[in-house]
């Protein structure tokens, strides 16, 4: 099923629009979509709803709000990015089995220190990029809230969710240095629905 559901973002107006949702804070209808990537509606309903059912857009239905008029109050189809997780590897592959297998002997024996200690030295090199456009690269979806930088998706959420001090620990140390480096801090900073790790402005004055 992972591989067809990939399969789906080969077609370019599908990747548009899935990207879109993906990213957007707020669920999506048809019209926000389809206005988005410069389509038809129709056209717009069709790919989010092979997208819906090959498991990588949830749909959910509810009363526009601010619509007036006839045949405003009827529940309208809207969008948002599925949790389930999508992985492909040929030949098969199962290295979530070891990565848990890992965490708890890790969780046991009390080797969270050394953890960090090595994740320090594993994190994203910047060479003169800017960090917002390294989060984005590792897979973070970085995005600014005021003065800001928050993270949309945690590349280890599953684990993250079985151990989280351990993986947010690990997930902050990989993150500190490269953020002292372009000038910012990194801290915990947890909240439903996004990383652990929030970035502020480091003050010089």
Not at 86 to 96: G, H, I, Q, S, W
Request: charged share 30%.
């Amino acid at each position: 099923m992972s591989i067809e559901a990939v399969a789906l973002l080969q077609d370019p107006i599908r990747r548009r629009l899935y990207d879109y949702v993906a990213a957007a804070d707020h669920d999506v209808s048809r019209d926000e979509a389809a206005e988005a990537v410069e389509i038809k509606r129709q056209l717009a309903a069709f790919h989010l709803d092979k997208l819906t059912e090959a498991g990588l857009l949830d749909a959910v239905f509810r009363r526009p709000e601010g619509r007036t008029g006839p045949g405003s109050g009827r529940p309208a189809k809207f969008y948002r990015r599925a949790d389930a997780e999508f992985a492909v590897t040929l030949p098969a592959r199962d290295y979530r089995t070891v990565a848990t297998v890992l965490a708890e002997v890790i969780e046991h024996e009390g080797f969270e220190d050394a953890i960090e200690r090595v994740a320090a030295t594993h994190g994203p090199h910047l060479e003169g990029r800017d960090l917002f456009d390294v989060l984005a690269e590792r897979g973070y979806e970085p995005y600014r809230d005021g003065e800001v930088i928050r993270l949309r998706n945690c590349p280890f959420h599953r684990l993250a969710l079985d151990f989280p001090p351990l993986v947010c620990g690990m997930n902050l140390a990989l993150l500190a240095g490269p953020a002292a480096e372009a000038g910012w801090t990194a801290r915990m900073d947890p909240a439903p629905g996004r990383c652990c790790i929030s970035f502020s402005k480091i003050n010089t004055d």
